[in-house]
């Protein structure tokens, strides 16, 4: 298997497949923790060098190496995305498949990083809960025009999962600085609605306010939430060679604003790789 007669362990955790910033992956260690006996099994199955790297080494040191990538992110972009920063309460997965070129020189996956966690009940259960289906629709809507159907659907759903939940606190303790809305939007938790009636007439049977597009574009601004997630690509190039081994990190929305769409695949382009690892991308 080209491994000569030293142990796999030794040669899997050379430099070669170790040469990482520091600063992204955090301590060698990660690697050498993991147990000979899981490589030596994997040799014997007749894995390859690059088999064992991307199917033992990777999936059980990655969770010491997410880890050590937690350190990656700033006290600030912890605090935009309303983050506690707290490494116990860090929540993150890789998002998709981990893939690698033919040659096994390089490998690329996606890491969605949750935004939300630390949130208080009030903005979970009270703002981001209740009100996902009415954001997902205010896209159809110009902002001028009478409120079309798709809002009043998507809030009566929102609530009527909200009321079944029992979060009428929590949407409440959501909407504490808006004082007519919350009037408005705990009248609808409180009322349930008639079997076969549509929502339009439902809200507007509650208060004719519904029927209003200020009280659409305010609950839409009161509602609005950042991002849940955070989607981070990541790269590995020159595995094979020693000595050339490179890594880098890119969020998924500017990765996709540059190169297109189809990761983690994309990623493993020759032209995309040649684009990120060129001396003037950061």
Same mark, same amino acid.
């Given at each position: 298997?080209?491994?000569?007669?030293?142990?796999?362990?030794?040669?899997?955790?050379?430099?070669?497949?170790?040469?990482?910033?520091?600063?992204?992956?955090?301590?060698?260690?990660?690697?050498?923790?993991?147990?000979?006996?899981?490589?030596?099994?994997?040799?014997?199955?007749?894995?390859?060098?690059?088999?064992?790297?991307?199917?033992?080494?990777?999936?059980?040191?990655?969770?010491?190496?997410?880890?050590?990538?937690?350190?990656?992110?700033?006290?600030?972009?912890?605090?935009?995305?309303?983050?506690?920063?707290?490494?116990?309460?860090?929540?993150?997965?890789?998002?998709?498949?981990?893939?690698?070129?033919?040659?096994?020189?390089?490998?690329?996956?996606?890491?969605?990083?949750?935004?939300?966690?630390?949130?208080?009940?009030?903005?979970?259960?009270?703002?981001?809960?209740?009100?996902?289906?009415?954001?997902?629709?205010?896209?159809?809507?110009?902002?001028?025009?009478?409120?079309?159907?798709?809002?009043?659907?998507?809030?009566?759903?929102?609530?009527?999962? $909200? %009321?079944?939940? #029992?979060? /009428? !606190?929590? *949407?409440? @303790? =959501? +909407? $504490? %600085?808006?004082? #007519?809305? /919350? !009037?408005? *939007?705990? @009248? =609808? +938790? $409180?009322?349930?609605? #008639?079997?076969?009636?549509?929502?339009? @007439?439902? +809200?507007?049977?509650?208060?004719?306010?519904?029927?209003?597009?200020?009280?659409? +574009?305010?609950?839409?601004?009161?509602?609005?939430?950042?991002?849940?997630?955070?989607?981070?690509?990541?790269?590995?190039?020159?595995?094979?060679?020693?000595?050339?081994?490179?890594?880098?990190?890119?969020?998924?929305?500017?990765?996709?604003?540059?190169?297109?769409?189809?990761?983690?695949?994309?990623?493993?382009?020759?032209?995309?790789?040649?684009?990120?690892?060129?001396?003037?991308?950061?």
């Amino acid at each position: 298997m080209g491994l000569g007669s030293q142990p796999s362990h030794i040669l899997l955790r050379s430099p070669v497949l170790l040469h990482q910033p520091p600063a992204k992956l955090g301590r060698r260690r990660d690697v050498f923790d993991v147990p000979d006996a899981f490589l030596d099994v994997a040799v014997t199955k007749g894995a390859s060098r690059w088999q064992l790297v991307r199917h033992v080494l990777f999936p059980v040191a990655q969770a010491n190496i997410w880890d050590h990538l937690r350190g990656v992110y700033s006290a600030a972009w912890c605090n935009a995305h309303n983050h506690p920063c707290d490494p116990e309460r860090f929540d993150e997965y890789v998002s998709g498949r981990v893939v690698a070129d033919a040659s096994g020189d390089a490998l690329a996956f996606v890491t969605a990083w949750d935004n939300t966690v630390g949130w208080s009940d009030a903005e979970r259960w009270g703002r981001l809960e209740p009100f996902r289906e009415l954001r997902a629709a205010l896209p159809t809507w110009d902002g001028a025009s009478p409120p079309p159907d798709p809002l009043f659907r998507g809030l009566a759903a929102g609530l009527a999962r $909200a %009321r079944n939940l #029992a979060h /009428r !606190e929590h *949407v409440a @303790a =959501a +909407l $504490a %600085r808006e004082p #007519a809305l /919350r !009037e408005l *939007v705990d @009248a =609808a +938790l $409180a009322a349930s609605r #008639a079997g076969g009636q549509d929502e339009r @007439a439902w +809200l507007l049977a509650l208060d004719p306010r519904w029927g209003e597009t200020t009280t659409w +574009l305010d609950l839409a601004r009161a509602v609005a939430v950042p991002d849940e997630h955070t989607e981070v690509v990541y790269v590995y190039s020159g595995l094979r060679r020693p000595g050339t081994a490179q890594y880098r990190e890119l969020r998924r929305s500017d990765f996709e604003t540059r190169f297109g769409p189809g990761l983690p695949d994309r990623a493993l382009d020759p032209d995309v790789l040649r684009a990120i690892f060129s001396p003037d991308v950061n």
